[in-house]
């Protein structure tokens, strides 16, 4: 084990501020820190046992126990908790029969553990086990899950590239989304059979790997571009039927496939025949569609070239007018003429405090030092939010552009990607994007000739939400405990390693190019009086069409979830979006038509945060909703302030009383005022707006607050306060019975079923099941 | 240098100078707890919040620096709210007794682990000192005395309680044996004189400490001998009456005076004592309460009527206390009456208007989980408790009191005065069952280092012990692990607190500002 670790410090140094990289790369060879490994650590660098054992229980993203040979990770985001995340968990628990303090099986196949957010919130409830991800998870679906995992074990899907064959003709391109939704949504699988059948019918075609479509909720999608002919969109396509789609749309030059092809068609049509059919085609030259009326009223700055634009592919980001602002500056404009630029745009930066971009970057350029930093935060972690994973997917260049665009005007000749771990694609795209880049002399030593120079690296976050904070995100990078330190000093003048360091959002620096490409005036055209540009929000919940949505600022609540997502499903009504994250709060759908800016939401209560926007109906209970906030962010708190450290805890302790019918009078004034205070007592942004869901939930949805202490859950969320009960409906068919996991319902064939309520668990799996809704919840 | 303006007055002070280190120049404190001189930047308590009237946002001042233009309020109802919030959440968080359960049951309060602990070091006659501060007869008492104290002692969940009482009475035993008549050396004379009737336990306990205060005291009694229910109601084979007399004479060697065979009739009551005596205490526990209103007392459900935080009656300088505001079972609670009225009196006395005596601020938690008597065992012996054949009317020998106070588990806090917290609670009123939601956490105490205890569940998560043993490099010191809610100072690597420490210790345990390091 010795030699392994010397090997790994070998690598990464013996530097205090390697600790975080060091204990990756020895969780990555063991899947967990062996204590003999953490020891030879502090043995034989300057890292002391103090600062590692410190560091090593801070951040969530390491283990100090072996774990089964498998991880599940069971996605406990904000649309995963409102679709029932909760119950996956415990019913994946069950399925291992694992006892309260065990997170591993018997067998050490699996371990089990919750997470904060894996970014694929429109195919919620997910599941990712290992590298698999399992999306629309039921509780009663479990076992079949595992099966399938393990069936499918030896035959990882991949990421490798079919290659048109060099400097030929081709007859079309098909574009395929490969953002870690559409994976977990099976692109992968679609992409290999997609060449497969390519290379089996010699078709030549080009397979364009694309990044985020944003049309999550649509995902696998295939468009279909033939020269001379109107492109298709193919939405939610399943593997076993890519073949005939290319069958359809492409002739086989292979004589003999194609007399096979259409043999086995032939068949394949018509055994599928009468079978309702998930795919969908459309045309893209029609309005009315589930894809045209998602992307009409989007306006694509961050996301521009949306679903078109191959994320790793350099050559074509510059045939597209890549690395042209970069050179404008390098060339035209002087560092206060760039600084002058992004001040007119009016951009405020996107990671939710909304200072304003340009003055930040006049400080740090002000502030006289040799050295300076320049961060491109991107250590997302809201739950419910997944802009800056597909924006570092899908468009790493643009990103790399804006930083180094920044860097030159601040004077900035260090720069550093802080990129959450668990967005592996996303740290694969950017080291790849920084790879070409400096090939390509974007990067490096005098860059463009210009005489400017600038080095950037990628570091990678283990897991610690407070670590979104720029001063905390400093902290972890120097290889401490993730705290946020008092501002002022703000990082612009006392920043990373104590020089003046620009931190910006992951989206903020997407935005950089476009602005300087198409002048300050292009940007601040769009938005509302005191917010300009657009904003991409993460669109999940209950919503028919989920999604990533870039929109002009001022736009209404009422547009995105109605026109753009396409109202709610199920025929429920809309109550309320939560907005900005465990940061925002709940705005109720009577206040649907406020045009969103960053003003206008937190007079409402919520906050722009990062975007993440969660549609929630008539069905989610609002004081579950802001327990499930405090939940996380009590669990995320540094630990360092009294009021968010203990008082985050004593609020999440009275919500927990008042969901399970324990709650007094008193206990929702005694909240309020514990939420006051500690709004006005933390010293960061996580503490100071903690208190937020609660706010705006009291503010909102008191009454909900108070039948709960009178003992009801009027949605019904909240198992400590319902029972489950079988109605006349009921038709016999024995399946409730079948798949309760504690046997409260007995077998009763044609007879109507009763729930025992002493056994029951409030699973859900029986009304999950039942073919004529006979279930119901009391 | 900049200009400030803290509490409306100007100030000018260097640049960097910390807006509590500028609040301080000109003499304003405010409460800290996470502060350390030569640690900035470290605002973790938030008890040090102060106002920046320009924004109207809280700040913790120790961290704040002060800014040219500045206008900053250091107390209104909104910072003291917070502040005190800011207390009440740390100690929802704070496992521990201030005073040991012990103490907080004696009527009297006498601090039985302090005692406990010179007897257990042999210093008997300090710890006679120590009983004699809060017990004006602790001999007598220890004859009689249900002794509330020990229902409660921590050492029944493991065996046996303590033998409190027996143990105050052998060091008042041991006071007349040796001769010593120890007597607390008395207050500047205020040459007024106080008349009280009865010489009971209220009345004698009311005399010891009206004397201390410096006054001048005579004790009335219709019967021929002082001691009142002691001597006439408890019977002789339980109390020996050489007990009380040896009380009765300590107490006229401090300077009482007895009349005896004086029955209190109206006339002796308007004429003699009203007017020859600066104040007057009625302590007789037996008197007819019918024949109350005839000296125009107000007559109340269980006896005379009176302020229950001043023992004051509807007269003018007349007090009362002992059984005839109300019979009690226990001696020792009007023992601590009478402590309590003397205290009254003596404010009288001295023109100011009565007021209860404030009783510190106590954190406490109930039962020990089972898990926890192991961590309590650990500063205790493991001896059964000693119990003399004749019952309280025995005599522990030396050995004896040593084993048997040495059983005590030191369940009071190393800190009673210097826990920040506990002062800070204290004057800012807290209210420790606030926020009690959630599951208490469990005591753990750590001893092996030679200087400093460790007990985590009271500590407040400044870390300030982990920044100063890293700083002065010291062997490994404490590390703060987890985060959130969980976090913890720690000692890395499951190594033991003797290890960890090598020069740091006795500095943490100063800097710590409750008792959760502190000197052994």
Redesign the interface.
Known sequence: MNKIVDNIIAEKGTSVDAAIPILQAIQAEFNYLPEEAMQRVCDITEISPARLYGISTFYTQFRHKAVGKHIIKVCVGTACHVKGAMRVYDALRRELNLKDDEDTDSDDLFTIDKVACLGCCTIAPVVQIDNTTFGHVEPGKVSEILEEFLASDDNPAGENSYIVEQNKHTDGEIRIGLGSCCIASGSSDVKLELEKSLKANKTNVEVKQVGCVGICNQVPLLEIHKHGETPYFYTKIKADEVNEIIRKHFKSKNLLTRLKTDISGFINNYVINGIPRSVMKYSSERDDTPVSEFLNGQINIATEHRGFLKPNDIVEYKKLGGFEALKKCLTQFSRDEIIDTIKESGLKGRGGGGFYTGLKWQLVKDTKSEIKYVICNGDEGDPGAFMDRMLLESYPFRIIEGLIISAYAVGANKGLFYIRAEYPLAVKRIKEAIYYCEKENLLGDNIMDSGFSFDMKVFEGAGAFICGEETALIASVEGNRGLPRMRPPYPAEVGLWGKPTLVNNTETFSVIPWIIRNGAAAFSNIGTENSKGTKVFALAGKINRGGLIEVPIGITIRSIVEEIGGGIPNGKAFKAVQIGGPSGGCIPASLADIPIDFNTLSEAGAMMGSGGLVVLDEDDCMVDIARYFLAFTQDQSCGKCTFCRVGTRRMLEILNKICSGKGQSGDIEILEKLAHSTKKGSLCGLGSTAPNPVLSTLRYFKHEYLEHIEGKCPTGKCVELIEYLIVEECIGCTLCAQDCPTDAIAFKPYELHIVENELCIKCDICRQVCPVNAVIIK | MINLKINNTSIQVPTGTSVLKAAEQIGIEIPTMCFYEGFT?H?????C?VKDTKSG??H?SC???AEEGMDIITEDN?II??RK??LE??L??HVGDCEAPCRQACPAAIDIPKMNRLIAQGKFDEAFVIAKEELAIPLILGYICPAPCEKVCRRTQVDEAVSICSLHKFVADIDIEQKNFYLPTKEKESNKNVAIIGTGPAGLSCAFYLLRLGHNVVLFDKNTEAGGALRYEILNKELPNSAIDSEIGTLQNYGAEFRLNTEITKELFENELKKGFDAIVIAMGDFDKSNLHKFGFENGKYGISINKNTFEINQDGVFACGNIIRSRRMAVTSVAQGKATAWSVNQYLNGIKPEKKHRMFNSKFGKLFSEEIEEYKKETIPDKRIILENGKLGNFNNAQAITESTRCMRCDCRKPTTCKLRNYADEYSADRR??A??ERKKVKKHFQHKLIVYEPEKC??CNLC?DI??KEKDT????????????EI?I??NKSIKEIFNRTAEKCANACPTGAISLK
């Open positions: 930047n605002p973790s308590c938030m008890v919040l946002k809280l913790p961290a704040l620096p909104e709210s917070a919030e800011a959440l740390l929802s968080d606030k926020f939601f959630g407040i998560r982990v043993s890293t490994l010191g404490f590390s703060s692990i987890r985060r959130g809610f969980d976090v720690s890395p690597f």
